[in-house]
Each structure stands twice: as structure tokens, then as C-alpha cells.
């Protein structure tokens, strides 16, 4: 027995089957990644596969019970044509901005099946959202008002559901929303009064839809995830003892998370969907009226997307081998590792060539910005590049080109493709 992990033992990144590799090229939407690059007329750039959108979508409805709406928070990835293909497949959108909002409904999202979520929500959006007759997931006692307001002035149902600032966290989230003391919702305790506020207002066209819990975000534990929908249906239940009118809408929220880092494995969905199940027949009694929502971005649309930059220069420094793209932080600011991880980790990433390369090298994968947190894959195994190569970085349908300081240097914006 030998005391010391063999180097096979070393945590590795999830397979990325998702896309085909033929010859060495990547393969999105059926098209290989070299010609894609050329029908963009540049790089870098991110495309996203709407074969595996739907193939993702169709894997939830099955493991899922066909009760349980499936909604898109498109804070994801908010690209138009995307969110427009997404808003065919699910039951409802998300939106967090009237400028969202305006993309949901421009992409012919059912108005009675987007909610408005946010914790700033300005008096003009609160008027949009009354006057697209979308349901306002109400985060402050400031905002019913303010909806009085514009329902009267419209002529208008202003739609209200509430959501709660839970007494439980999400256990094992990568980013925690829910639970302690939080800038998002209403703290559960005080939602009895701010409800018997809500019945009294009935009358200035306030109309009370239900609760939304949203705990946190990229969870790949299911267990945590069935704990956190049993305890969010759990508090609904008990705050529907106290709700001004029977609840129609539950969104128990979602955290379904992705496989990034090395030794991260995927989400499993059956034991979710047997919680599910459970609390749908729960509340076939409990809350008769009441449709079950989960909401979704990540894992509805973060696998079908990668982002794919070209090799520049392939420089060593030093012993060690840089792959100098024209793409990076600015444009996959997660990717860096500088979007909320406490410790840099490599994304998955392939080298994408046409010249029938084998060999492997390990490399560094950094961008044109001059600054050292520019770094795309640190040291990974990839095959050999040349300049003109792609470099591919996988998971990259969530959180990329809009959640990037794409200003930042002034290299320019990234195009999105969706093939
Ligand atoms: C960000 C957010 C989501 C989506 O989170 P993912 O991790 O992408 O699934 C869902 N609901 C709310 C309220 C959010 O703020």
C-alpha cells in the first residue's frame, strides 16, 4: 500500500459529453467550432446549443412531476434570441429589471407567467410590471404602495406575491440568498402583519397570489435541495394560515447547480423529483389552488454555452507554457475565478484545432488584459496549441458575456451566437 495518493486520485473535472469532438474540433450545434468562428467574422465569442437547451429541458420535465412549473430566471442569460427559444420550452420567465422584463415579454413570454423579483424595484418598474399584468414578487413593505398606486392609476390588478426572507439556509450553496439577516424579501416573521396590511388593502387593487422562497443558488447536493423545498413548503404552509386570499402561486425557488471545478459531480434529479412529487400531493390538500413553480437559470442553460477564444501566441515563460487569447476576464469574468469564488479554480476547457494534434502539454490560458487576474485555465492538460488555435471553456451558457466588465481595457464587446 503506498502512503501517498497516486496521481490518478487527483479530483477531475466532470466529462464535458455534451459536444462531440471530431478529428479534435468541437462540435456546437452540429457545426464545427472552426467555421462557427468564421459565420460569427470573429473571436472571442459564445455560442450556445439550442439542441442541448432543449435536451435539458425535456431531462427536467421527465424527472420532474408534470405539476411542478418549470421557470426560467433569465438573469442566466439574457440574450434575446435565447430567452425567446427558452420562453417556448418553459412554463414562465423570471425577471429581475424592467429591462428584463422587456426582453421576456418581446419574446412572447405569457405575462401571467413572468414574476418580477428585486430588491430595488424602482416605482417605474413596479408600474410597468402592473401595467404588463405580471405578478410582482414583492421584497418590501415600500414597494405596496407604491403598486396601489399604479393599479388605481391603470385601472389595473397590481399581482403580489411575497417573498420571504426564509429562517433556514440553503445548506452546501454556492451563494446563499435566503436565511439570516438579508437585503432580499421579508423576513418570515414579520409577513403576518404585512399580509393583514396587504388584505386591507384589497380594496386599492392589491391582489395577494402567494409566496416565493428562493434560498440560494448552485447546489449540487440533492438532499440540500430536497430540505430546502420541504422547509420552504413547510413555512408557506404556515404562512398561509395567516395570507389575505387562498395562494395560487408557490415558487419554492431552485439553487440546481452545475459541475465546474475538478471533483464536482452533477445534480441528481431523482431524488428531487420524488420530493417534488411528494409535495405536489401535500399540497393537492393543503393548498388546493396552489401551482407549484421552481426557477431556474444555471442548470436550464449554463452546459449548452461555451465561450471560445483564439490563440494569439503560444509563449513560454520561464519553462512554463502561456496560450495568449484575444479573450478573457472581460468578457467571462467567472471563468477568471472573479465572480464570487473565494479560491481560483479552473473551469473545463479544450483546445479546439484542426491539425490533427495529439500531444498534450499542460498550459496557461490567459487574455489581453494587463492585469494578472486575466487567467482563463491555470496550468491545465491540454492538447498542444499553435497560434490560431481555439481555446473552448465549457459551462459557459450562465453568468458570461452579462455578468462581464466588458468595457474594461476596451477590447469590445463579445458577440453571442445561438446555433
Ligand atoms: C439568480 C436567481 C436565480 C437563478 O439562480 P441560478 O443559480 O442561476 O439557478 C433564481 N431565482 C432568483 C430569485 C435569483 O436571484
Not at 71 to 90: D, E
Request: aromatic residues 6%; contains cysteine.
Amino acid at each position: 500500500m503506498s502512503e501517498s495518493a497516486p496521481a490518478s486520485n487527483k479530483p477531475v473535472h466532470a466529462p464535458m459529453a455534451q459536444f462531440p469532438v471530431q478529428q479534435g474540433e468541437l462540435i456546437v450545434g452540429g457545426q464545427r467550432l472552426s467555421v462557427l468562428a468564421e459565420r460569427v467574422g470573429q473571436t472571442p465569442f459564445y455560442a450556445y446549443d439550442r439542441g442541448l437547451l432543449k435536451a435539458r429541458v425535456a431531462q427536467l420535465r421527465a424527472a420532474l412531476p408534470a405539476a411542478v412549473k418549470l421557470h426560467y430566471a433569465m438573469k442566466a442569460n439574457p440574450m434575446p434570441a435565447l430567452v425567446g427559444l427558452m420562453a417556448g420550452l418553459v412554463d414562465g420567465i423570471d425577471v429581475a429589471s424592467a429591462g428584463e422584463l422587456k426582453v421576456a415579454l418581446d419574446a412572447g413570454a405569457d405575462p401571467a407567467e413572468i414574476s418580477f423579483a428585486g430588491p430595488a424595484k424602482r416605482a417605474v418598474e413596479l408600474r410597468q410590471s402592473v401595467a404588463a399584468g405580471v405578478l410582482v414578487n414583492v421584497e418590501s413593505e415600500r414597494e405596496l404602495p407604491l403598486l396601489a398606486e399604479a393599479s388605481q392609476a391603470l385601472g389595473l390588478p397590481a399581482r403580489v406575491a411575497l417573498r420571504v426572507n426564509p429562517d433556514f439556509e440553503l445548506k452546501g450553496s454556492g451563494m446563499k440568498m435566503g436565511g439570516g439577516p438579508k437585503q432580499f424579501g421579508i423576513d418570515a416573521e414579520v409577513l403576518p402583519e404585512v399580509m393583514a396590511r396587504i388584505g386591507r388593502m384589497a380594496g386599492d387593487g392589491l391582489a395577494f397570489e402567494g409566496f416565493h422562497l428562493f434560498a440560494g443558488s448552485q447546489n449540487l447536493k440533492a438532499e440540500s435541495i430536497c430540505e430546502a423545498q420541504q422547509k420552504s413548503y413547510e413555512l408557506a404552509l404556515r404562512l398561509a394560515a395567516d395570507a389575505p386570499a387562498p395562494v395560487r402561486f408557490l415558487n419554492l425557488g431552485g439553487g440546481f447547480g452545475i459541475p465546474y471545478f475538478p471533483g464536482e459531480t452533477p445534480l441528481e434529479l431523482a431524488p428531487i423529483g420524488a420530493n417534488l412529487q411528494a409535495l405536489v400531493e401535500r399540497a393537492a390538500r393543503e393548498l388546493p389552488q396552489a401551482s407549484l413553480v421552481i426557477e431556474l437559470g444555471r442548470y436550464l442553460v449554463g452546459e449548452a454555452g461555451v465561450y471560445v477564444a483564439r490563440v494569439l501566441d503560444r509563449k513560454i515563460s520561464r519553462g512554463q507554457v502561456y496560450l495568449v487569447t484575444d479573450g478573457g476576464l472581460h468578457h467571462h469574468l467567472s471563468a477568471s475565478g472573479n465572480f464570487g469564488q473565494v479560491i481560483r479554480k479552473n473551469y473545463p476547457a479544450m483546445l479546439s484545432q484542426t491539425r490533427g494534434e495529439t500531444a498534450r502539454e499542460a498550459a496557461s490560458v490567459v487574455g489581453p488584459l494587463c492585469t494578472p487576474l486575466d487567467l482563463l485555465a491555470d496550468r491545465m492538460e491540454l492538447t498542444a496549441a499553435q497560434p490560431g488555435d481555439l481555446a473552448v471553456i465549457y459551462q459557459s451558457g450562465a453568468y458570461g458575456a452579462s455578468a462581464s466588465p466588458q468595457a474594461f481595457l476596451g477590447h469590445g464587446g463579445c458577440p453571442e451566437i445561438l446555433v
